[in-house]
């Protein structure tokens, strides 16, 4: 087995083993933070406005899936957990849970026309994130948004922490920011929120959109 493909098995056994506990956590994880809120709401208004299906990419028990569902959205999940993926299944069974990794997705090139990953590339490896981006944007028809969610570094450079899961990395938003251009995509705005009374980083959210490959712009909408 390939380190890269160990670190994924590793990943998902980490998730298998806490799917209740996780999924009871973030339960209503969403209902008190408004900003995190508006930005979800930011992205589900391009989207809309884009057309495409929607997918989210790690979305554990699929809590933010059946949130962007009832802003409207076409979409559906994907987790590298069988059992996170079972979780969601049960839990929001009027939508469609598959698993994959977001590295290989099992997706048409230029097949959607959002991305939602939230705080799921965060176990990445760092040396490993800008493929995670390339397929992305495999993914994206041009003009396709991306929202990105992260622990941000506060002014450090990039960090591994002890996630109650699994190993962690904490980004500075300009280097996220910075991966993201590489593989194509284009700023549209940034979100820096300090950690409330039980979170113990900044988050970090970036939202962005695909450009045309064919002469380097962005698509609008």
Same mark, same amino acid.
Do not use: Q
């Given at each position: 087995? +390939?380190?890269?493909?160990?670190?994924?098995?590793?990943?998902?056994?980490?998730?298998?083993?806490?799917?209740?506990?996780?999924?009871?956590?973030?339960?209503?994880?969403?209902?008190?933070?408004?900003?995190?809120?508006?930005?979800?709401?930011?992205?589900?208004?391009?989207?809309?406005?884009?057309?495409?299906?929607?997918?989210?990419?790690?979305?554990?028990?699929?809590?933010?899936?059946?949130?962007?569902?009832?802003?409207?959205?076409?979409?559906?999940?994907?987790?590298?957990?069988?059992?996170?993926?079972?979780?969601?299944?049960?839990?929001?069974?009027?939508?469609?849970?598959?698993?994959?990794?977001?590295?290989?997705?099992?997706?048409?090139?230029?097949?959607?026309? =959002?991305?939602?990953?939230?705080?799921?590339?965060?176990?990445?490896?760092?040396?490993?994130?800008?493929?995670?981006?390339?397929?992305? $944007? $495999?993914?994206?028809?041009?003009?396709?948004?991306?929202?990105?969610?992260?622990?941000?570094?506060?002014?450090?450079?990039?960090?591994?922490?002890?996630?109650?899961?699994?190993?962690?990395?904490?980004?500075?938003?300009?280097?996220?920011?910075?991966?993201?251009?590489?593989?194509?995509?284009?700023?549209?705005?940034?979100?820096?929120?300090?950690?409330?009374?039980?979170?113990?980083? $900044?988050? =970090?959210?970036?939202?962005?959109?695909?450009?045309?490959?064919? +002469?380097?712009?962005?698509? $609008?909408?």
């Amino acid at each position: 087995m +390939t380190e890269r493909r160990a670190h994924l098995r590793a990943t998902s056994d980490a998730y298998d083993a806490v799917v209740a506990l996780y999924a009871d956590l973030a339960r209503s994880w969403l209902d008190g933070v408004p900003l995190d809120r508006s930005v979800i709401a930011a992205f589900a208004d391009l989207a809309r406005a884009g057309g495409g299906p929607v997918a989210e990419l790690g979305c554990g028990p699929g809590y933010v899936t059946a949130h962007l569902r009832d802003l409207g959205l076409d979409v559906f999940g994907v987790d590298l957990s069988p059992g996170m993926v079972d979780f969601a299944r049960a839990a929001h069974p009027g939508l469609r849970f598959r698993i994959g990794s977001m590295d290989a997705l099992d997706l048409a090139d230029g097949a959607l026309g =959002g991305i939602v990953s939230w705080y799921s590339v965060i176990h990445a490896p760092p040396a490993e994130l800008p493929a995670y981006f390339a397929e992305f $944007r $495999r993914v994206l028809a041009p003009g396709g948004n991306l929202l990105l969610a992260f622990f941000e570094a506060e002014g450090g450079p990039v960090t591994a922490f002890d996630h109650k899961v699994t190993t962690a990395y904490r980004w500075p938003v300009d280097d996220l920011a910075e991966l993201a251009r590489e593989a194509g995509f284009t700023e549209i705005g940034r979100m820096l929120r300090e950690p409330g009374s039980e979170e113990r980083f $900044r988050r =970090g959210h970036l939202l962005m959109r695909a450009e045309d490959p064919r +002469t380097g712009e962005r698509t $609008r909408a």
